[in-house]
């Protein structure tokens, strides 16, 4: 039976991390938040352990940072490594939609339609968190199809690293109808369009980081910062 704890130890480590890492993603972590080892263990009902190794898997790809004692905390991104690394962005996410719309069926395309439709909703609704985890899903559905492990690995450290200032997407002017830039990439998508599907994707990551920039310095001159999912709150 010994034979079978590491593999067992090994897997609920997966498991924590990739709860973890949905959390970054989908921005139910707030920039500064700090993560407590054992806080983060019991709201997840597993011991010290898989929890702490998993803390220190984000550590590695600068996801997380130590913060003594005993204790992780989610980076705080200046406004500067936020426009660097969307800037990068442009480049990775612009090859996957690029690549992606070649290779797209019809199904995926109705698919992205209709996580479109509940990303409006929820904004419309000020439904913040939702919103923030349909637009993830919605890329990484659309950056999958286009086949490139590795491209899709390094876009999504990014993402852990940009996930809990996004955040500051919020508050929103509000747009027209089909003026969002996922509209601009489904009917790019729609005529099998790859630059045209690029530039939508440029062009969404360019609109976000200058709202981005603006809820940011916003909120340091009111002191004031947005409104997160306490840790206490968080969905594992």
Not at 134 to 148: N, P
Request: hydrophobic share 45%.
């Amino acid at each position: 039976m010994s034979e079978n704890l590491p593999s067992f130890r090994s897997s609920l480590t997966d498991h924590v991390e990739k709860l973890l890492k949905t959390s970054l993603l989908d921005g139910r972590l707030s920039p500064g938040a700090r993560l407590v080892t054992r806080e983060v263990a019991s709201q997840m009902g597993v011991s010290l352990t898989p929890v702490r190794e998993a803390l220190l898997r984000l550590v590695a790809c600068n996801a997380v940072e130590i913060a003594p004692p005993r204790s992780f905390k989610v980076p705080v991104l200046s406004v500067a490594r936020y426009v660097e690394i969307a800037d990068i962005r442009c480049v990775l996410e612009g090859l996957a939609a690029e690549r992606g719309c070649a290779l797209i069926d019809e199904a995926s395309i109705a698919a992205l339609h209709a996580l479109n439709d509940r990303l409006q909703a929820a904004k419309r609704d000020g439904e913040t968190q939702v919103a923030l985890a349909t637009s993830r899903a919605f890329r990484f559905a659309f950056y999958a199809v286009a086949g490139m492990p590795s491209l899709f690995e390094m876009i999504e450290r990014l993402w852990l690293r940009i996930g809990p200032t996004l955040n500051y997407l919020y508050p929103q002017k509000p747009v027209a109808p089909h003026t969002h830039s996922y509209d601009y990439l489904l009917d790019a998508l729609g005529r099998h369009d790859g630059v045209g599907a690029r530039a939508a994707i440029e062009r969404a990551i360019s609109a976000g980081t200058a709202i981005v920039i603006d809820n940011l310095a916003a909120s340091e001159s009111e002191r004031m910062p947005p409104t997160f999912a306490p840790l206490s709150e968080t969905v594992w």
